[in-house]
């Protein structure tokens, strides 16, 4: 896969380096309903939550594969952009929380980042 090439490359010009893989923190959960969401069709909420659970599949498998470490901040499932604007990790719009629509809110990028520092 395109994830085990980068790997090998980074193996290959690092064999020392310590590789921290960040998931993608879900955009939403299976059973949110909410008015930011409500125009899109439970189809594609199931959708647009499972692609992202599959996806953080791929690239924890691909990390376990390479010996790097997969993160992904606890309770992420919980700060959706269904959450109330302040506990948003991610966000449809980023009106609310001033940040890149469809992309995690600041709030979002500091529990990563702090899920990375724990694991380091």
């Known amino acids: 896969s395109a994830l085990d090439s ?3 490359g980074i193996s ?3 064999p020392q380096a310590r590789i921290i893989a ?3 923190v879900p955009l939403l959960g299976e059973d949110d309903d909410c ?3 409500g125009a899109i069709s439970p189809e594609d909420r199931a959708w647009a939550a ?3 659970d599959a996806l953080n599949d791929v690239i924890e498998e691909a990390a376990q594969r390479h010996d790097a470490e997969f993160v992904l901040p606890a309770r992420a499932d919980e700060h959706t952009a269904c959450a109330e604007a302040s506990e948003r990790w ?3 719009s980023g009106e609310d929380t001033g940040s890149f629509p469809m ?3 600041p709030t979002g990028h500091e529990a990563v980042a ?4 724990d694991a380091l």
């Open 6 to 8: 980068v790997y090998e």
């Open 12 to 14: 290959d010009r690092a």
């Open 22 to 24: 960040t998931g993608y």
């Open 35 to 37: 008015t930011q969401i």
């Open 50 to 52: 499972d692609t992202i």
């Open 90 to 92: 991610v966000d449809f």
């Open 103 to 105: 992309h995690p809110t």
């Open 114 to 117: 702090r899920a990375v520092e």
